[in-house]
C-alpha cells in the first residue's frame, strides 16, 4: 500500500506533473504597501570580540534503513498533487545548462552567483526602545558595544570570512510544455518575452536561468507577484519539481542527482515545508498531527509525541494537544503546520506563502513567531511570499522575481535605496524609507575628538535615529567597536525621508 501524501512532511509527497496549480503564471496581484521591518536582534547585550563564522555542516549520513511505512488511515490532502512528492526517479533536465548567471531586466548581473556579505552593524548600550519598531535606538553618551548585524545575524566584524552556503542555486531553469529541454540552451528562444516564447512554442517558463546563495542561518526572501514563478522555484530547491536544467547543491550535494534513497533522506530529515493551505489531517489530533512526521521516520509512538509536545510549547499552542485542526483557528492551524515542520529538526525551512490567507493581525503574529524562532534556534529559511511587507520585516536578503527571472538581489536597504530598474523602484516607491534604510548610509565623517550626544549603531534605521535627534535636537554619533565611525544631524536624516540623493560626505546632494 502507498503512503499517503501530506503537505509539509518531508518524504510523503508526490511530485506535481503539471504546469498547473501555483506553478502556472497567474494574474498579478495588488503590490502591498511596506511598514517597518521588525526586529532580528532586539536590545543586544554585550559579547565579547565576534568570531569567525562556522562553516556549514556537510551532507548528512544515508538513512540507516528502510523508513516506516505511513498509516493506511491518513487522508491525503488537495493541495498535496501539485505541492508534493515521494520518490520521484532521480532524473535530470536533459536540456543544456545556459551559460551565463542571471541577469536583470536591465542587463546587470545581480548578486545571486557571487555572495557578499551585507554590512554589519554593532548595537550601542542604554538602548531605548522604539516604539513603532521595537527595534532598538541609543540615546545615551555611553561607549557602543560590539552586537550583531540585523541583516545577517552574524556578529559585527568586518573581516569574518563568509561560509559555504547551505544551498547554492546556478542557472535554474524550468520550462513547462513539450520539448521543454530545448528551451534553455536556445539562445534565440531564452531571450522571448513570456508570451512570445508560449506563442511561438507552447511552452511556460516558470523559473528563467536563476543563480543565488543561501547563507547558513539567514532568512532569504523570495517575492513577485503572482506567476513570477517564486512557488516553482522554492519546489525546485527539493525537487519536489524537477528542473529543467542548472544545479541546485545542498552542503555542496547536487540535489538533481540524487537517487531515490537521497532525496527521500534530504525530505524527510534535512528539509521541510510549511505550505500556505495548512494539510492537517483532519481526524488527527494537534499533538498526533505535529508528530505524523517522526512517524513517517520510523520514531516510537512515546518518543514522537514527547518530541511533538515540545514543539507544540515551542509555537505557543500548550494546552491545545488533544483538539481536532477543526476546532482551531486559521492562525492556530498554521501554527500546527509549522510545529509540524520544526518537529523533525530539518537544517532548512521551506516557507510557501504560509501567511498569505490570515487575516492581517494574525499574519503579524506569525511573522513575529518566525522572527522569535529566528533569533532562538538561527535555523536556515527560504521563505516565498508576494507580500512587500512581509519580506521587508523577515528577510535578511531579498530576491525579487518577474516573469521567472531575479530581477533584483540583495537587502532591504539596497532594495529600497538602489532599485535595480523601474519595475523594483515602482514596486518600492510606497515604502517608508525611514524604516529601512540604515544610518550607515546617512553619516558623514566624525569631527576630531569623542564628540557628544547619543549614540547609535550603524545599523540603526533612519527612524531610530530620528528619535533620538528628536530628543536631544543635536547631532548623533554613529559609534561601532567602541570608535565613532561617524555623526548625522536631521539635515541628513530629512535627506534619505526625502528620498534625496546623498553627496560623498554624507550631505544631501543640490
Known amino acids: 500500500?502507498?503512503?499517503?501524501?501530506?503537505?509539509?512532511?518531508?518524504?510523503?509527497?508526490?511530485?506535481?506533473?503539471?504546469?498547473?496549480?501555483?506553478?502556472?503564471?497567474?494574474?498579478?496581484?495588488?503590490?502591498?504597501?511596506?511598514?517597518?521591518?521588525?526586529?532580528?536582534?532586539?536590545?543586544?547585550?554585550?559579547?565579547?570580540?565576534?568570531?569567525?563564522?562556522?562553516?556549514?555542516?556537510?551532507?548528512?549520513?544515508?538513512?540507516?534503513?528502510?523508513?516506516?511505512?505511513?498509516?493506511?488511515?491518513?487522508?491525503?490532502?488537495?493541495?498535496?498533487?501539485?505541492?508534493?512528492?515521494?520518490?520521484?526517479?532521480?532524473?535530470?533536465?536533459?536540456?543544456?545548462?545556459?551559460?551565463?548567471?542571471?541577469?536583470?531586466?536591465?542587463?546587470?548581473?545581480?548578486?545571486?552567483?557571487?555572495?557578499?556579505?551585507?554590512?554589519?552593524?554593532q548595537a550601542a548600550a542604554d538602548a531605548t526602545p522604539n516604539a513603532s519598531t521595537g527595534r532598538t535606538a541609543t540615546a545615551a553618551t555611553g561607549p557602543a558595544v560590539t552586537g550583531t548585524d540585523t541583516s545577517s545575524g552574524r556578529p559585527a566584524t568586518d573581516d569574518t570570512p563568509a561560509a559555504p552556503p547551505v544551498f547554492a542555486v546556478r542557472n535554474l531553469w524550468k520550462v513547462f510544455g513539450p520539448k521543454a529541454d530545448r528551451i534553455p540552451g536556445d539562445a534565440e528562444l531564452t531571450g522571448l518575452p513570456a508570451a512570445e516564447l508560449r506563442e511561438r512554442t507552447g511552452c511556460t517558463a516558470a523559473v528563467r536561468d536563476v543563480s543565488f546563495d543561501v547563507r547558513k542561518g539567514e532568512v532569504f526572501v523570495v517575492m513577485g507577484l503572482s506567476g513570477s514563478g517564486k512557488s516553482t522555484l522554492v519546489r525546485c530547491l527539493t525537487r519536489?519539481?524537477?528542473?529543467?536544467?542548472?544545479?541546485?547543491?545542498?552542503?555542496?550535494?547536487?540535489?538533481?542527482?540524487?537517487?531515490?534513497?537521497?532525496?527521500?533522506?534530504?525530505?524527510?530529515?534535512?528539509?521541510?515545508?510549511?505550505?500556505?493551505?495548512?494539510?492537517?489531517?483532519?481526524?488527527?489530533?494537534?499533538?498526533?498531527?505535529?508528530?505524523?512526521?517522526?512517524?513517517?521516520?520510523?520514531?516510537?509512538?512515546?518518543?514522537?509525541?514527547?518530541?511533538?509536545?515540545?514543539?507544540?510549547?515551542?509555537?505557543?499552542?500548550?494546552?491545545?494537544?488533544?483538539?481536532?485542526?477543526?476546532?482551531?483557528?486559521?492562525?492556530?492551524?498554521?501554527?500546527?503546520?509549522?510545529?509540524?515542520?520544526?518537529?523533525?529538526?530539518?537544517?532548512?525551512?521551506?516557507?510557501?506563502?504560509p501567511f498569505s490567507a490570515l487575516d492581517p493581525l494574525i499574519r503579524r503574529d506569525m511573522q513575529e513567531e518566525v522572527v522569535r524562532l529566528h533569533q532562538e534556534e538561527g535555523r536556515t529559511m527560504i521563505f516565498i511570499t508576494h507580500d512587500l511587507n512581509e519580506a521587508l520585516r523577515l528577510g535578511d536578503r531579498i530576491a525579487l522575481m518577474r516573469d521567472g527571472r531575479v530581477v533584483q538581489l540583495g537587502t532591504p536597504e539596497e532594495i529600497v535605496g538602489s532599485p535595480a530598474d523601474d519595475y523594483v523602484r515602482d514596486f518600492v516607491r510606497d515604502v517608508p524609507r525611514e524604516q529601512v534604510v540604515t544610518v550607515r548610509s546617512a553619516m558623514r565623517p566624525p569631527c576630531d575628538g569623542p564628540g557628544e550626544g547619543p549614540a547609535v549603531a550603524p545599523g540603526a534605521t533612519v527612524s531610530e535615529a530620528i528619535e533620538a535627534v528628536a530628543r536631544t535636537g543635536g547631532q548623533v554619533r554613529v559609534v561601532e567597536g567602541g570608535r565613532c565611525v561617524g555623526v548625522v544631524d536631521q539635515q541628513d536624516l530629512l535627506a534619505v525621508v526625502a528620498g534625496l540623493p546623498v553627496a560623498p560626505g554624507g550631505k544631501a546632494a543640490a
Open 240 to 353: 519536489l519539481i524537477e528542473p529543467t536544467s542548472g544545479t541546485v547543491e545542498i552542503d555542496g550535494e547536487d540535489i538533481v542527482t540524487m537517487d531515490r534513497t537521497r532525496l527521500r533522506e534530504l525530505r524527510r530529515h534535512r528539509a521541510a515545508m510549511v505550505f500556505q493551505h495548512f494539510g492537517l489531517l483532519p481526524h488527527r489530533s494537534v499533538l498526533d498531527n505535529v508528530a505524523y512526521g517522526l512517524e513517517i521516520q520510523g520514531m516510537g509512538r512515546a518518543e514522537r509525541r514527547e518530541k511533538a509536545a515540545e514543539m507544540v510549547a515551542k509555537v505557543g499552542l500548550g494546552g491545545l494537544e488533544e483538539r481536532r485542526p477543526g476546532q482551531l483557528s486559521g492562525g492556530q492551524q498554521q501554527r500546527v503546520g509549522l510545529a509540524r515542520a520544526l518537529a523533525v529538526d530539518p537544517e532548512v525551512l521551506l516557507f510557501d506563502e
Open 1 to 121: 500500500m502507498s503512503s499517503p501524501s501530506i503537505p509539509g512532511v518531508p518524504g510523503t509527497e508526490r511530485a506535481s506533473r503539471t504546469a498547473g496549480s501555483a506553478n502556472s503564471p497567474q494574474e498579478p496581484a495588488a503590490r502591498a504597501s511596506a511598514p517597518a521591518r521588525s526586529p532580528r536582534n532586539p536590545a543586544p547585550a554585550p559579547v565579547p570580540e565576534a568570531t569567525p563564522a562556522t562553516a556549514a555542516t556537510g551532507p548528512a549520513a544515508p538513512a540507516t534503513g528502510p523508513a516506516a511505512p505511513a498509516t493506511a488511515d491518513a487522508p491525503t490532502d488537495r493541495t498535496t498533487a501539485d505541492a508534493t512528492a515521494v520518490d520521484p526517479p532521480a532524473t535530470t533536465g536533459t536540456g543544456p545548462t545556459a551559460a551565463a548567471p542571471v541577469n536583470t531586466s536591465d542587463g546587470r548581473t545581480p548578486t545571486g552567483a557571487t555572495v557578499v556579505d551585507a554590512p554589519t552593524d
